[in-house]
T-cell receptor, first 111, second 112 residues
Framework: SQELEQSPQSLIVQEGKNLTINCTSS?????LYWYKQKYGEGLIFLMM?????EEKSHEKITAKLDEKKQQSSLHITASQPSHAGIYLC???????????FGKGTTLSVSS | DAMVIQNPRYQVTQFGKPVTLSCSQT?????MYWYQQKSSQAPKLLFH???????NEADTPDNFQSRRPNTSFCFLDIRSPGLGDTAMYLC???????????FGQGTRLTVV
């Protein structure tokens, strides 16, 4: 079965610093999604990437998809305390029935 | 406005006492999903509905059941909760199967 591995598992950065979170799939990626979750809450949709080489940005968050490497990266520029939370990558499962998820990367931003 | 609403947000239930979690959506999406997320783990799909067609994941315990009386509502029934069922339960919807889903706020269930 397909697995998604995220790195790092957790990250503490100083406010204003840039950071990158990676998501690597054990199988071919047909669609990659990034979500943010605050502790004890639901998932908030951030971005969806579907084509190799695709790059999307929303405010200070940029996500890229490298199909050949079966990998996606999420980059945050000039981090702020509001960026703190758990970032999860999700991908369509092979059956095409739902999303599977990585375990998440916990981001803390110190001011 | 919230588009996927889960009730209650927090639920404490006794070991073995049946419990029902509810989810409603205003998006008119065909697909509704239930995920279980244990502490520090990835959300795990339990089952999903495409309209009224129910699709169970192979490893979902029989203890977990679901009902979808209409497009807007979906329920998760846990017939005899065990301590290991303590988790966050997430409901999600999507227009078509497998596409990016919208999630509710989740119900944090504690079995004591």
């Amino acid at each position: 079965s397909q697995e998604l591995e995220q790195s790092p598992q957790s990250l503490i950065v100083q406010e204003g610093k840039n950071l990158t979170i990676n998501c690597t799939s054990s199988k071919t990626l047909y669609g990659l999604y990034w979500y943010k979750q605050k502790y004890g809450e639901g998932l908030i949709f951030l971005m969806m990437l579907q084509k190799g080489g695709e790059e999307k940005s929303h405010e200070k968050i940029t996500a890229k998809l490298d199909e050949k490497k079966q990998q996606s990266s999420l980059h945050i520029t000039a981090s702020q305390p509001s960026h703190a939370g758990i970032y999860l990558c999700g991908a369509d499962n092979q059956a095409g029935t739902a999303l599977i998820f990585g375990k998440g990367t916990t981001l803390s931003v110190s001011s | 406005d919230a588009m996927v609403i889960q009730n209650p947000r927090y639920q404490v239930t006794q070991f073995g006492k049946p419990v029902t979690l509810s989810c409603s959506q205003t998006l008119n999406h065909n697909v509704m999903y239930w995920y279980q997320q244990k502490s520090s783990q990835a959300p795990k799909l339990l089952f999903h509905y495409y309209d009224k067609d129910f699709n169970n994941e192979a490893d979902t315990p029989d203890n977990f059941q679901s009902r979808r009386p209409n497009t807007s509502f979906c329920f998760l029934d846990i017939r005899s909760p065990g301590l290991g069922d303590t988790a966050m339960y997430l409901c999600a919807t999507s227009r078509v199967v497998g596409q990016g889903a919208f999630f509710g706020q989740g119900t944090r269930l504690t079995v004591v």
